[in-house]
C-alpha cells in the first residue's frame, strides 16, 4: 500500500505557525523596548539642559591630560604631593602666560597712549596737508566727508549704546567660563588620577590593564597634539618676525607674539593672525606690506596642506588625511571648539579603534591554537573504523572489513 504524498503547506503561513496562531511578544519585551526609549529620550534632554557644563568639562579635561606631564613629573620624580604640583604648574602656566600678554600688550598700550596725545595735532597736519595722511584727506576731501557722515555717527552711537547691557552680559558669562574651567581644570589635575583608578578598579583584572593600556596611548595623543601645536605656532611666530625684520617694520615682536597666539587655532589661525600683521606692514611701506601678503600666503598654504598634517600624523600618531577630514568636520559641527579638539578628539578614536582591532586579532590567534592544540574529532580513532572495537584474531582489519 504506497504512502500519500504530503500535502504542500499553505500559502502565506510560516513554518513557526502554530494551531494557536502567531507567537506573542512577552509583555517584558515590550515594557524593556519601552524603557529603553524612554531613558534614551531622558539622557537626551539632560544632556541638552546641561551642554554648556558638559563643554567646559570637556575642555577642562583636556587642558588636565595636557597638564599632567609636568605634574607626574614632579609628584614622582620630585615626591611631591599632587595637589602642591598641580598648584606650582599653574602657577607656572600663569606666569608664561602672562609674560607673553605683556609682551604683547605692553606697547599696544604705550602706542595707543602716544596716539591718544598726538591726535589732535595729527588732525590739525592732515587738514592742512600735512603729516602721513594729509594728502589723501585733501586729496578725497575726508574732512567734508566726515562732516557730513557725523550725525549718522552720532547716532549709531547713540542706538548702540542700549547693547551695552548685552555685551556686558557676554563677557560675564566669558569670565565665569574661564574661572569654571580653571578650577575644574584644577581639580581633575588634584584629584583624577585618584577618580579613574577608582573607577578602573570596578572591572576585572584584565579589563583593567586594557583600560589603563588604552588611557595611557590617549593621553600621550592628546599630549602630542598639543605638542604639535605649539610646535606649529612658534614656527610661523619666526615666520612673522624674520618677514618683518627683512622689510624693517617695526614692532616685530608684538606681531610675532601675537601670530604665535592666534596660529593655536587650527586652519583659521594663521589667518586671524596675519591680518593685523599685514595691517602694521602697510601702515610702514606698501613695499612691506604687499611682502607680508605674499609671504602669509605662501606660508599658510605650506602650513595647512604640508606643516599641519605631518606634524599632527607625526604627534598624534594620525594619517594626514584623517586629520583634516576630523578639522574640516570639528569645525563643521562645533565651531571654533570643534576645530581645536577636533584633533585630539580623532586621536583618541583612532586609539580606541586600534586597541579594539588588536584585541580581535589577539582572541582570533588564541582561538587558532586551541584548533590547532585540541585533537579533532575522530582522533583517537582505531584502525578498525573509529569504533573503539578491537579485531580478533580472525577478523579483517581496515579496508578488509566485510560490506554488508
Do not use: C
Not at 2 to 28: F, I, K, L, N
Not at 118 to 146: C, E, I, M, S, W
Request: hydrophobic share 50%.
Amino acid at each position: 500500500m504506497m504512502a500519500e504524498p504530503p500535502v504542500p503547506a499553505e500559502p502565506g503561513r510560516g513554518a513557526a505557525s502554530s494551531p494557536e496562531g502567531p507567537a506573542q511578544v512577552p509583555w517584558r519585551t515590550i515594557l524593556a523596548t519601552i524603557g529603553t526609549a524612554a531613558a534614551a529620550y531622558v539622557l537626551w534632554l539632560l544632556v541638552q539642559a546641561t551642554r554648556r557644563e558638559i563643554t567646559w568639562l570637556v575642555v577642562a579635561g583636556f587642558f588636565a591630560v595636557v597638564l599632567s606631564p609636568p605634574v607626574d613629573f614632579l609628584v614622582h620624580r620630585v615626591r611631591m604631593r599632587r595637589t602642591l604640583a598641580a598648584f606650582i604648574v599653574f602657577i607656572m602656566g600663569f606666569a608664561v602666560i602672562g609674560g607673553l600678554l605683556f609682551l604683547l600688550i605692553s606697547p599696544i598700550v604705550s602706542e595707543v597712549t602716544k596716539f591718544v596725545n598726538q591726535f589732535p595735532q595729527l588732525v590739525k597736519d592732515a587738514q592742512a596737508g600735512r603729516g602721513p595722511v594729509g594728502h589723501l584727506v585733501q586729496k578725497y576731501d575726508l574732512v567734508t566727508k566726515a562732516q557730513q557722515y557725523a550725525p549718522k555717527v552720532q547716532k549709531y552711537l547713540s542706538a548702540s549704546g542700549s547693547q551695552a547691557l548685552t555685551i556686558l552680559r557676554k563677557i560675564g558669562n566669558g569670565v565665569v567660563s574661564g574661572l569654571t574651567i580653571l578650577v575644574l581644570t584644577f581639580l581633575l589635575l588634584s584629584e583624577g588620577p585618584a577618580l579613574v583608578g577608582g573607577a578602573v578598579g570596578l572591572f576585572k583584572p584584565a579589563r583593567q590593564e586594557r583600560l589603563r593600556r588604552v588611557g595611557r596611548n590617549s593621553s600621550r595623543a592628546i599630549t602630542g597634539y598639543m605638542a604639535g601645536n605649539i610646535l606649529i605656532s612658534l614656527i610661523a611666530a619666526a615666520v612673522t618676525y624674520v618677514g618683518l625684520w627683512i622689510f624693517g617694520v617695526p614692532f616685530r615682536s608684538v606681531a610675532a607674539v601675537w601670530v604665535g597666539f592666534a596660529d593655536l587655532i587650527p586652519l583659521i589661525g594663521a589667518t586671524l593672525g596675519a591680518l593685523p600683521t599685514v595691517g602694521l606692514a602697510f601702515l610702514h611701506s606698501v613695499t612691506a606690506g604687499v611682502g607680508m601678503i605674499i609671504l602669509y600666503v605662501v606660508y599658510q598654504q605650506f602650513e595647512n596642506h604640508v606643516l599641519q598634517v605631518t606634524i599632527m600624523a607625526r604627534t598624534v600618531k594620525l594619517s594626514p588625511l584623517t586629520v583634516l577630514v576630523s578639522l574640516l568636520v570639528g569645525v563643521q559641527l562645533f565651531g571654533l571648539l570643534g576645530a581645536l579638539l577636533a584633533i585630539p578628539a580623532a586621536g583618541v578614536i583612532h586609539v580606541m579603534a586600534a586597541d579594539l582591532y588588536h584585541e580581535r586579532q589577539r582572541l582570533r590567534a588564541e582561538a587558532v591554537v586551541e584548533d590547532v592544540a585540541t585533537p579533532a574529532a575522530g582522533a583517537g580513532a582505531t584502525p578498525d573504523g573509529g569504533n573503539g572495537h578491537q579485531p580478533g584474531p580472525g577478523e579483517p582489519v581496515g579496508e578488509d572489513l566485510p560490506v554488508d
